[in-house]
């Protein structure tokens, strides 16, 4: 079953905007991550948030927690072209993760 | 480290036929999952290990699908006998806490 539902399902930006994604979340979690996956390739963790922070940032990213609402957003600011991908949100407790569908961004230089 | 390795890359087999899909986790891991990815269902947690023992193996579909890990640098799962619905990336992923570390994947086509 699917813990996060990601929304939008695709979204299209130009090279320099900010693209924010969305997520909400069924059941009780530990933490709420993020991971990107190029075409073809394997998930990369992007940063995770527990569920006692409300937000959290790592560089060009900002992750919210709404644990009220069991929603989280993603924010990427300034986006490359590089930035394009599948982006996924998953729900963490004891250690095991129930991914969402992702939200497919595509940065337009 | 080279991070979590799978093999193979891309199998293409035909329907009855047996698959077996390696995994070698990043060393000093001590949990081990295995995915699988469709289109229709995105990404499913099959089983997951720790310290190589089977913990949650719920998502396994059904008998055809089974999970091994004898140690702490390898593990397989089979199918056996595979059908056309099988086809799926799978991806094994390796942690020592809260984030997970994925493979590349095994594309699986059955025919």
């Known amino acids: 079953s699917q813990q996060g539902e990601e929304d939008p399902q695709a979204l299209s930006i130009q090279e320099g905007e900010n693209a924010t994604m969305n997520c909400s979340y069924k059941t009780s979690i530990n933490n709420l991550q993020w991971y990107r996956q190029n075409s073809g390739r394997g998930l990369v963790h992007l940063i995770l948030i527990r569920s006692n922070e409300r937000e959290k940032h790592s560089g060009r990213l900002r992750v919210t927690l709404d644990t009220s609402k069991k929603s989280s957003s993603l924010l990427i600011t300034a986006s490359r072209a590089a930035d394009t991908a599948s982006y996924f949100c998953a729900g963490g407790s004891n250690y095991k993760l129930t991914f969402g569908k992702g939200t497919l961004l595509t940065v337009n230089p | 480290d080279a991070g979590v390795i799978q093999s193979p890359r891309h199998e293409v087999t035909e329907m009855g036929q047996e698959v077996t899909l390696r995994c070698k986790p990043i060393s000093g891991h001590d949990y081990l999952f295995w995915y699988r990815q469709t289109m229709m269902r995105g990404l499913e947690l099959l089983i997951y290990?720790?310290?190589?023992?089977?913990?949650?193996d719920s998502g396994m579909p059904e008998d055809r699908f089974s999970a091994k890990m004898p140690n702490a640098s390898f593990s397989t799962l089979k199918i056996q006998p595979s059908e056309p619905r099988d086809s799926a990336v799978y991806f094994c992923?390796?942690?020592?806490?809260?984030?997970?570390?994925f493979g590349p994947g095994t594309r699986l086509t059955v025919l």
């Open positions: 290990f720790n310290n190589n023992v089977p913990i949650d």
């Open positions: 992923a390796s942690g020592g806490g809260d984030e997970q570390f």
